[in-house]
Structure formats: C-alpha cells, structure tokens
C-alpha cells in the first residue's frame, strides 16, 4: 500500500535553481562545456582568516553540541554587528543561530503562522519563500511589483494587499532582492512600515545580501525605521553571501525575545544547533574582517556593469540595472512571442538554451515572473563574456530578422 502524502508537501517543488545547478555539473562531468548561471553562490572561496579560525577551532577540541540558540560569543557578535551596521540594538536572548538563512525564515514562519493565516511577499520573489510559507501551514500573497517601479512593493498597494486579505499575518521583505537585486530606499521603508504598523503585521525582513550594494546606494533594515517597526520585525541575515561561505550553512534571525524563543523550540525539535566549527569560525569572520569582502564587492559591481551592458545592447531586451545582490533578470517576452521554435515560455526558453547553447538560466517562472530569466553574475568574468555571447546568439537563432 502506497502511503499518502502530506497535502502541503505534495504542493511543494524542488528548487529550480538547485534543480538546474545539478543538470549542469551532469552535462560538465560528462565533458559538455557548460557555463551555469543558475546557483547564487559566490565563486571566490572562503577568506582566509575564516578558514584559519575553523582550523584553530578543530585543533581546540570545539566540536560538541552548542547552546541550540548559538554560543554566546555568536549571538553577541552578532549583537555587535547589527548596532555598528544596522543601528539596532538586540541582546542575546533576541538572536537565533541556524543551519542557513533559509532555516532561519522557516523556524520565524512556523513560530508565528496558524492554518488560514496569510504571507504577503512581492512578486517576483526568491523560490523558496512560498513554500516556506506552505510548509507553515500559512497561504502565500503575491503581490505583483513592476520593472518600471524597480521591482518594489509601494505602500498603496501593500495596504490594499492586506484590506483584501483580512487573514494577513506577515510580509515577506527582500532587500536587496532575490532575482531583482531591488533596494529599497530609507524612504520607502518608511512608508511600507507606516503601513505595517497600522495594521499590526509582522515583516519577515530577508537582508541576506545587506553587504552586495553598488554606487552610492545603500542598505537600510526596516526594523531601523522606528523602535515600533523593530518590534514588528524579524530581520534575517547571515554569512553565505557576503563572507562567500554558502557551504558553512549558518543564518541567524533577530527579533521579539518571544518570537526568537519560540522559533527556538521550532529549532530544537528539527534541525538543532548549528555545527560548532562554523559557529567559532562567524565569530572571527564578524569581529576580525578584512579587507577581502570589499573586494569581493566590487569585482562583483564590475561584473554587473559589463553583463548589464552587454544585455541593453541586445535588440528587445529589457533590463533592470541591479542595485544590490548578483543577479540580474532581463525581459525576453519579445522573444516569446516572436521566435521561430514554438518557444512559449520562459521554462521552454531555459531548456532550449541548455541544450543547444549549454548555458542555464533560471526561468522567471520559477520567481512568479513570465516573460524573463535570472542571470548569476558570481561568476568569472571569462564565463560572463562567453556566457552572454552564446545568450546572443540564440536570440539571433530565434528570430534572425529581428
């Protein structure tokens, strides 16, 4: 007898990204030369001064079960870190330390979602927030947003959102923003909290990629806004993207001591404590930084320069400069609606340029956004030439007139 599964997770799909990632690394071990725009992992390794902290924690016998909220020297470097960058003041008790960001956004989720309860999150969004919040048991919100806008929620339409959804418990927030790399201004988080705080709903702040800004633009929490919002926010960071270590796996939330607590309990009961190793290791990649993640950012705003570009001089192309984040998520309806292939979508788009062009993209499908794909630029600036050279030429295959 074949045992029935969970409602909510047969809803659930694997991630494109990841799904794509591996297609990829199978057509490179079977020797195709494939250049993969689909993780967003940066490819510079882990600082050094990281890697010898670990080693030193190895060699001092760290290596046994944790606080399940984190060591304390963690959470208050932790603590440290959001005063100096973010102007927030939090103690110990009001950070929780996870095996990724990702599971940061779920335990808060779980903490505080009820069957029938609703998640606003701005469409397109990262893939996994809508089944994060499935898996909570909550119904995800879309709310549409606009290339035109920067793809940015405005605070009119976040409130209509919520009048039309009398069950709102939360909104998801993204910036800078996964596939988008959107930034909100000081500005417009004002007005988004504003908002929020009229109607006592809590924001599930994601500010992963807080480090991956360009120009002079620059990353305001929400929960900075005001003491009021601060206690309606849950702000979600961690260590992957900007101190290139996605495989260490550790995210942390800050928040309201109880949500914290409870979303602990969350933790206890699943994933446990963070590994020791990496926990010693955060220590010294927040309290000692050197100069590696600067430049870190700026080869990546470099790479964003070219591949933004190279896409404007495409005909029928539209394209958002990023202003956070390494991602970029051109328009390609034209091509949709004009091509010789009988391509219809973007996932038929993305599988055709795998195949004939080995170059994988992310359709924006998978972000709640037909009509574009998501382009990686932590990548060498070797594969992004050639990468969006094979990109060209595909379009000028789909419609050789255009």
Not at 54 to 60: G, Q, R, T, Y
Not at 101 to 106: G, L, R
């Amino acid at each position: 007898m074949a045992t029935k599964l969970s409602n909510r997770c047969r809803l659930i799909k694997p991630s494109p990204t990841l799904s794509l990632s591996a297609k990829a690394k199978e057509m490179k071990d079977a020797g195709i030369d494939v250049i993969s725009f689909s993780v967003g992992e940066p490819d510079f390794p882990t600082p050094d001064y990281i890697k010898n902290a670990a080693h030193k924690a190895i060699d001092a016998n760290y290596t046994r079960y944790t606080n399940n909220a984190g060591i304390l020297e963690l959470r208050q470097a932790i603590c440290d870190k959001l005063l100096r960058d973010n102007d927030l003041k939090y103690s110990p008790k009001e950070i929780l330390v996870s095996p990724g960001a990702k599971a940061s956004i779920v335990n808060a989720l779980t903490a505080v979602c009820d069957v029938k309860d609703q998640v606003l999150m701005g469409a397109p969004y990262w893939v996994s927030y809508p089944y994060q919040v499935a898996l909570a048991n909550a119904e995800p919100i879309y709310i549409p947003t606009k290339e035109e806008d920067g793809y940015k929620i405005r605070a009119a339409e976040l409130e209509i959102a919520i009048q039309e959804n009398p069950c709102t418990k939360a909104l998801i927030l993204n910036s800078p923003g996964n596939p988008t790399g959107a930034v909100y201004t000081k500005e417009e988080l004002a007005a988004l909290a504003e908002i929020c705080i009229k109607y006592d709903i809590l924001v599930i702040s994601d500010e992963i990629y807080e480090r991956l800004v360009y120009d002079d633009v620059k990353h305001i929490s929400i929960a900075s806004i005001s003491e009021e919002m601060k206690q309606r926010t849950i702000v979600i960071n961690g260590v992957s993207k900007a101190y290139a270590m996605t495989g260490w796996r550790l995210g942390y939330a800050a928040g309201p001591a109880n949500i914290i607590a409870t979303a602990g309990k969350v933790q206890e009961h699943s994933t446990s404590c963070v590994n020791s190793i990496t926990q010693y290791a955060c220590v010294t990649a927040l309290n000692e930084e050197d100069d590696s993640i600067e430049k870190m950012r700026q080869e990546f705003s470099v790479r964003r320069d070219f591949l933004y570009n190279e896409l404007k001089k495409i005909p029928h192309i539209s394209c958002f400069k990023p202003q956070g984040a390494f991602y970029i998520m051109p328009g390609i309806k034209w091509y949709l609606d004009n091509n010789n292939q009988n391509i219809q979508t973007s996932d038929d788009f993305c599988a055709k340029l795998l195949d004939k062009y080995s170059v994988a993209l992310v359709p924006g499908s998978s972000f709640g956004m037909e009509g574009t794909v998501r382009f990686s630029y932590a990548n060498s600036m070797e594969n992004i030439k050639e990468g969006i050279s094979r990109f060209a030429s595909f379009l000028q295959e789909l419609n050789p007139g255009r």
